[in-house]
């Protein structure tokens, strides 16, 4: 007899509750039965998995010697459902053929307008959507788009998966006129003046003033000759020195977590939302470290095999001086103040360490310029 196509792709959990289980085990392994995994959970009950083939075989001798059993759970494709495997296994014997056609186009630009004007353009000339990929000439799609969109600049065409994806490295589109500022211009951060320039409008504030955010630098106004309040428009470059800041913490008497060496692997299979197969159990580690890593099955279909690993980790008493590490802890206070300021330039830097009960406090300022 021909066997099934899943035949022993699926994995059963049984709980097996009596007494004799050591002989019990070996009574399976003295008829070939491999037992993948058994959990103990007292001295008269266990876990066990097996491959859902030696089924027929461990319910034989499990009747016969009238210990109570029940299957606690099914894991595997031979459990799932039946629909869904069949539409997997059609799908993936058409996945060459629909790998053939692009499913649309993705254009790379915040440009509403370039993006609009890119798709008439695009849908005008039949490209894009339904077409297959060889009868797409990328270089003759980027001539067509250079010389029906006014203004553009650099556009580069190339396949992303199943989709066009059109890049505008620079578009020259013309950009809406922005509205004249009749509300004044406000401070968006707190420092201190540092340089004033005003085009138009009243600067109510001077260099070395210590300004808060909110505070109106700028007023939509000028004076006449008889001190009155003319409106007009606020406009005009306002810089303040501004004091960013980042802390670290450290005690020398510290609770680290080091690796043992066991580990548990896990996986899990989906399709979309449904879960195909899925072989996790209790984790009996007090401590871990959880690592995951995702794998693709296909391009196309939301199918993925993911890993989930535990590494067991125990606490470990560890003392570091901190004379030994202040110019590590420093140097990483530094850093994050860095990831704060990006590219702007920096006027000015100090540090404070301060000890609060057991633990040290290192904070690093930078002083950059900032334009409101």
Same mark, same amino acid.
């Given at each position: ?17 009596? =007494?004799? *289980?050591?002989? /019990? $085990? %070996? ?10 995994? =058994? ?18 075989? #461990? ?50 630009? @915040?440009? @509403?307008? $370039? ?11 039949? $490209? ?5 990929? %060889? &009868? /797409? ?55 201190? #003046? ?22 109106? *630098? ?9 001190? %009155? ?10 810089? /303040? ?5 980042? &802390? ?27 879960? $195909?197969?899925? @072989? ?11 690592? &995951? ?5 296909? %391009? #196309? ?16 008493? =560890? ?7 202040? !110019?590590?802890?420093?140097? !990483? ?7 704060? #300021?990006?590219?702007?330039?920096? /006027? ?25």
């Amino acid at each position: 007899m021909r066997k099934s196509l899943l035949s022993g792709l699926g994995i059963l959990e049984i709980e097996i509750k009596g =007494v004799g *289980l050591a002989q /019990l $085990l %070996n009574e399976f392994t003295k008829n070939k039965i491999n037992v993948k995994k =058994v959990r103990k959970t007292s001295d008269t009950s266990i876990f066990i998995r097996i491959n859902s083939k030696y089924a027929p075989a #461990i319910f034989a001798i499990l009747q016969k010697k009238c210990y109570n059993y029940s299957i606690t759970r099914k894991i595997g494709l031979k459990y799932a459902n039946f629909g869904v495997l069949i539409g997997i296994l059609v799908v993936f014997c058409v996945i060459p053929v629909l790998s053939m056609f692009c499913y649309g186009v993705e254009i790379a630009s @915040d440009d @509403d307008a $370039l993006v609009a004007r890119a798709n008439e353009v695009l849908t005008a000339n039949g $490209l894009g959507a339904g077409r297959t990929w %060889n &009868t /797409l000439n990328f270089a003759e799609i980027e001539q067509i788009l250079r010389e029906e969109i006014e203004g553009v600049g650099l556009v580069n065409v190339s396949r992303r998966g199943g989709y066009l994806y059109v890049n505008f490295s620079e578009a020259t589109l013309e950009t809406p006129l922005e509205p004249i500022n009749t509300t004044g211009i406000l401070a968006n951060q707190n420092g201190v #003046i540092s340089r004033i320039f005003v085009n138009s409008g009243t600067a109510l504030v001077k260099t070395g003033d210590t300004v808060r955010v909110g505070q109106m *630098l700028i007023a939509p106004y000028y004076l006449d000759e008889e001190e %009155n309040q003319v409106p007009c428009e606020a406009s005009g470059n306002i810089y /303040l020195d501004v004091w960013e800041s980042a &802390t670290v913490e450290f005690k020398e008497n510290a609770v680290e977590y080091a690796k043992t060496g066991e580990k548990i692997t896990f996986s899990r299979i989906t399709y979309g939302n449904d879960v $195909l197969a899925d @072989d996790s159990s209790e984790i009996n580690f007090e401590h871990y470290e959880l690592e &995951t890593r995702l794998e693709y099955l296909s %391009n #196309i279909l939301p199918i993925k095999i993911e890993y989930i690993t535990y590494y067991e980790t125990t606490p470990v008493s =560890v003392f570091k001086a901190f004379k030994d590490e202040e !110019e590590v802890l420093i140097y !990483e206070a530094r850093q994050n103040v860095l990831e704060l #300021i990006k590219d702007k330039e920096i /006027l000015d830097e100090r540090h404070t360490i301060s000890l609060m009960g057991d633990t040290y406090y290192i904070t690093y300022y930078l002083k950059t310029e900032v334009c409101v």
